[in-house]
């Protein structure tokens, strides 16, 4: 095979139990609570399902292992419970199904006692995201988002409708809207029902696919049905729109009944919960934002949130909702009163994992390869910690924690080296609690010295907070292109402004000097909808268009677009390109939805690139090199092909793989 994993840098917890009650989790999706309270958590990068006290207090049982057998996970993402018998419903998305566990109760604890497996019939790959059940008069249904599902060229995905025994009933492309037409479905990820039966679904991706004129909108939304497809408009407005619009919005939760009913919508895209009140009049008209102010910390990336019944049996009053978030990059689920009308959070009760211990990666975003005399090293960067792991290159050796002290959240990076073993790191600030008045700089500059065991010290740090010249909104990816000894241009993407910045670093003064930017936020050739890497090669500078699903590469002639929207591992087809790296001639591209990694030569090529290879990696088990949230790869050249470093932001951990070419 061209494509070889190596090894998987970084320690993680395994499913087993652990010796205290507490329960390290590893980026929580669902939660629901059953009917004597337990509260059930999907312990999605670990595969497996925990379950918590009502109090989220003491830890009863670990439930699954991973694995492909019945009762067993792959990346267990969302849950719901049975409206009324003692079973939950569980999408295993890495597996393509979702299994029913049947469960009665020892004493306090519940224990699985019968597994359904159920899929949809059809041969094509199931990617149950979302779920959600109802009992109608005529019986159960149950609603799964299969969010990756196309046909070919059209790009909408589905709504899987399953009766009680797990068959095929229906399906769900489209929302009928009498005066918005037909509202397609792109990568639908959360799912709830309200108390009439009717559908709502977090339409994640259409902010990316949508294409409503010559381009795609900017923000997706939340969509209201009936259990056939049918929308059902809100009054406010007339549509079946919930009336806001999100950056991410992976779930959606109905809160309540009757005139106390509201819709929470936890958006990633800057750690929102989003209310609304669908009964008019309620409480307001308008959605309500429940957040802190930036001083402080948001939700953790939200992925779920669900009704709470707290132990001690307080009610809230009208203008309180109280609810159960989970927190993925936080590794928490924790209950909170959500004051709709004050627009605040009141954290009640909350368990999960601690990723600071050392040789453990929370959120690893980038690596980059250091020659040294005595073999290569490789610096992980381990962003929520705000440090580098440093090992050996084959990732064998010991990790040694090095902090990057003047970076908040640092993900991207680049190196550039002056003689083995000693060169410079360049570190990009991804961090979302910037205000206006923050002046703080985002790209920091370290001496880094590995000949004698590792050390890294400050030099100099530029990019403020802005849209101007030397300023910069959330950088991401980084690289470097020298130009002497002494100096080298540093290319670093500006995602939030849509545009490749340089500045030249001169090593003898230790300055970092801004030159100049190109392009703007747009979808034309020379424009960007959040650019996420850069990468140098022998023809060309490259650069990852990612919500505009495309490459965009820069050479004397000046800008030029690669490839467009679409599903598959080869050719010029991407969705969400995520990274791209160069080394010897190839350029490879981290293809987010597809979990792919393509290989492109630029020799071979007449005009622009042309593909090679392609690897797919979809799943959780991470001895098996397998990919989930890939982050900045790189690549470095070997006399018998190019050695490839991807972390998995998060799975927690670094893939080394090795990549020859075909002959």
Known sequence: MPFRHQATIGAYETSGDRADDSPQLTTPVGVCQDPRGNVWVADTANSRLVVLDSALEQRLTAVGEPGSEPGSFELPFRLAHHPSDPA??????????????????????????????????????????????????????????????????????????????????????????????????????????????????????????????????????????????????????????????????????????????????????????????????????????????????????????????????????????????????????????????????????????????????????????????GGERLLVVDADNARLQVTDADGGGPLVQRPLSHNRFPVGTAFWSVEPGRGYLFAADYSLTYDTDNDEPQIAVYRLDCRDGVRIDHVTSAATWGIWGNNCKLPRGLATDEIDGDRTRLLAVDSFNGRLLRWTFDRTTGELAYEDDDGRFGHDCGEFWNPSDVAVGERATYVTDRNNNRLQYRDDDGWHVYGEAGYGTDGDRFLLPQSVAAADGYVFVVDLVDRAIKAYSETDADDALAFVDAMQAFGGDRDRGDLWMPSLLSASGREDGVELVVPDSVLGVAYRYHWTPPA
């Open 88 to 373: 939950l419903f569980v999408t295993d998305l890495a597996n393509g199904r979702v299994q029913r566990l049947s469960y009665e109760y020892d004493d306090r604890r519940p224990e699985v006692v019968a597994v359904d497996t159920f899929r949809p019939d059809d041969g094509g790959q199931f990617h149950p995201n979302g779920i959600a059940v109802y009992e109608y008069d005529d019986g159960l249904r149950v609603f799964v988002a299969d969010e990756f599902y196309h046909e070919g060229d059209d790009l909408r995905a589905r709504i899987t409708v399953f009766d009680d025994e797990g068959t095929l009933v229906d399906t769900i492309r489209s929302v009928d809207s009498e005066f918005a037409g037909a509202l397609p479905l792109y990568w639908p990820q959360g799912l709830a029902v309200d108390t009439a039966g009717n559908l709502l679904i977090a339409n994640t991706g259409e902010g990316v696919l949508r294409r409503t004129g010559a381009f795609p909108s900017y923000f997706a939304t939340v969509l209201r049905c009936d259990r056939a497809g049918a929308g059902v408009p809100f009054e406010e407005t007339g549509l079946p729109i919930v009336p806001q619009s999100y950056v991410t919005p992976r779930g959606v939760s109905v809160l309540g009944s009757g005139d106390d009913e509201r819709v929470a919508v936890p958006d990633v895209g800057g750690g929102f919960v989003h209310m609304y009140d669908t009964a008019r009049g309620h409480t307001s008209e308008v959605p309500s934002t429940i957040a802190p102010s930036l001083d402080d910390r948001r939700f953790g990336s939200p992925m779920q949130v669900a009704p709470y019944d707290s132990p001690d049996g307080t009610a809230t009053d009208d203008t309180t909702e109280r609810v159960l978030v989970t927190e993925a990059m936080d590794h928490t689920v924790a209950a909170y009163d959500l004051g709709t009308i004050s627009e605040s959070k009141r954290r009640l009760a909350g368990v999960g994992g601690d990723h600071t211990a050392p040789e453990r990666l929370d959120f690893a975003s980038a690596a980059v390869g250091v020659p040294t005399m």
